[in-house]
């Protein structure tokens, strides 16, 4: 089996060298990873800038790549260009943080595995649910067990799942549960603040305003201690309301 592995905290950041520590014992596993934080960034592609490359090793061996590019730029030239063969799953993570409900569209974890699976590759995002904790190993190990069911799933181009693990000790983890996208309500503040040279920025500092915990929700079952698994899609037709027009 081989595996690309990505992720947006960066090539150095712990969940990922947890998630890899995980999966090389399972597969084969190439790192293809931004070279520092990229956070937030959706699904941006580098269409006016050169991508830069470098071979990332650890205990001086060649495991992947860390590219100046976005986490969907990292697949995309991972697939295309770095990896010898087309990879059997990409796998994006471990993020530090949830990414559940509106965030997705935002994460350039789920944004990774969303261009994995936009190519035909089966691909899931995992997170861990909190900013405060961060014990990856539990999650790194349940992202191993994956591997083999999400092969078995019958995965339409363009569907991923998003898999979301509460912050806590394998023994209080109650179980899994297939999610929808839970919904969450923003309020965006911008601290206005002064740099050393006397100018203006503003920093982003947006905090839910409103949490809507329903059952069979993802945001639900990260509350009650379950991981939660969502399939979503790069599909964002309104449906009904598109029956509705014609």
């Known amino acids: 089996m081989e595996i690309l592995l990505t992720n947006d905290d960066g090539i150095n950041a712990e969940g990922i060298l947890a998630l890899y520590d995980s999966l090389k014992c399972l597969a084969d596993v190439t790192i293809v990873a931004p070279d520092s934080e990229r956070s937030a960034v ?7 800038d050169p991508l ?6 650890r205990d001086g061996k060649i495991v992947g790549y860390s590219t100046s590019g976005t ?34 569209l935002y994460s350039g974890t789920v ?48 569907t991923l799942l998003n898999i979301n693990v ?7 983890i109650a179980g899994k549960k297939y ?36 059952e069979g929700s993802d945001a639900k079952a990260i509350q009650d201690g379950f991981i939660s698994i969502t399939p979503i899609h790069c599909d964002m037709t309104d449906h009904k309301m598109l029956r509705n027009l014609l």
């Not at 959706?42 to 006016?48: D, F, M, P």
């Not at 010898?84 to 990409?90: E, G, L, Q």
């Not at 839970?182 to 040279?197: L, M």
């Open 42 to 48: 959706g699904h941006g592609i580098s269409i006016a």
């Open 166 to 172: 509460p912050a806590l000790d394998e023994k209080s």
């Open 71 to 104: 986490p969907a730029d990292c697949v995309k030239l991972g697939v295309s260009t770095l990896l010898k063969a087309k990879p059997d799953i990409v796998v994006s993570g471990i993020n530090a943080g949830p990414n559940l409900g509106i965030n997705v």
């Open 179 to 214: 999610t929808f996208q839970s919904r969450v309500a923003w309020t965006d503040r911008y601290e206005k603040r002064t740099d050393p040279g006397n100018r203006t920025y503003y920093w982003l500092s947006g905090v839910p305003n409103e949490i809507l915990y329903e």
């Open 52 to 57: 830069r490359v470098k071979e990332f090793r």
């Open 111 to 158: 944004s990774a595995a969303m261009e994995g699976a936009i190519l035909g590759i089966p691909s899931f995002a995992i997170s861990l649910a909190s900013w405060t904790e961060c014990g990856y190993g539990f999650a790194a190990h349940y992202a191993g067990t994956m591997l083999n069911d999400i092969l078995k799933m019958d995965l339409k181009k363009g």
